[in-house]
């Protein structure tokens, strides 16, 4: 499957990408993806030497993700809008990160005290609290996006703001979590040895997606709530 432009598809003027599925044999891998903390994606640069593949096996993005309220299938996932749901799934894999660190954090102290230096006691509270608070917001977005399923709906456009709204925060809240453990440790732990090390590039790894972007989702969601008020205050 490469992701990839297609000028002359007739589908060319709603989206610039699309999904092309090609015979493994018919490229050229190349050994240039070397991205840190993505290995795990199975991706790849491959080379094309003048492949012609027919539009049958040319899908077009928008098309992949719209709804299809006539799909024969009893799991909703095909006959709703797929993006709410795809664009979701990075933040369990980004939420475990945070939680193995601090797992991580705790089993290097195997158990001592903290008397000579309290602050460690109340950085792990910190972290615990916040992880919590985390997991409690990531189960409140699987179920608003399983209640919509269920019931065949898909989520309108303030409600898919306040989806990305909370993913952004709450992928914030775990780079934080992991920041505070990293930092504390201080530069002896700057080892490739260290597991604390690698949960610190992978998370920032994941936090760097764009489906978790801070700044571009919030002054999103910040100008319907300005635009809102403006609109309330022409009313009164």
């Excluded at 979590?177 to 440790?185: D, G, M, T």
């Excluded at 080892?191 to 992978?202: C, E, F, K």
Aim: charged content about 20%.
């Amino acid at each position: 499957m490469l992701h990839a432009p297609c000028l002359n598809h007739p589908d060319n003027a709603h989206t610039p990408r699309f999904l092309v599925l090609i015979a493994a044999n018919e490229v050229e891998r190349l050994d240039s993806w070397d991205s840190c903390a993505m290995a795990a994606t199975g991706s790849h640069d491959v080379l094309t030497h003048q492949l012609l593949v027919p539009h049958d096996r040319v899908f077009a993005l928008h098309k992949i993700f719209a709804q299809d309220p006539l799909a024969m299938t009893c799991d909703y996932i095909d006959r709703l809008p797929l993006a709410p749901y795809l664009t979701t799934s990075i933040i369990g894999p980004l939420l475990g990160c945070a939680e193995g660190a601090f797992t991580e954090f705790v089993a290097m102290f195997n158990g001592s005290l903290t008397k000579n230096d309290p602050r460690i006691a109340e950085q792990v509270a910190h972290s615990a609290a916040q992880l919590n608070s985390a997991s409690l917001l990531y189960d409140s977005l699987i179920t608003q996006l399983h209640d919509a399923g269920v019931n065949d709906r898909a989520l309108d456009a303030q409600q898919l703001l306040q989806l990305k709204r909370d993913r952004a925060y709450l992928a914030k809240q775990c780079v934080q979590v992991v920041r505070r453990l990293v930092e504390r440790l201080g530069a002896s732990s700057l080892v490739a040895s260290n597991p604390l090390q690698r949960h610190w590039r992978d998370i920032q790894a994941m936090a760097a997606h764009r489906d978790v972007a801070w700044n571009e989702t919030m002054l999103a969601f910040g100008d319907t709530i300005l635009r809102s008020l403006a609109a309330d205050a022409l009313k009164d």
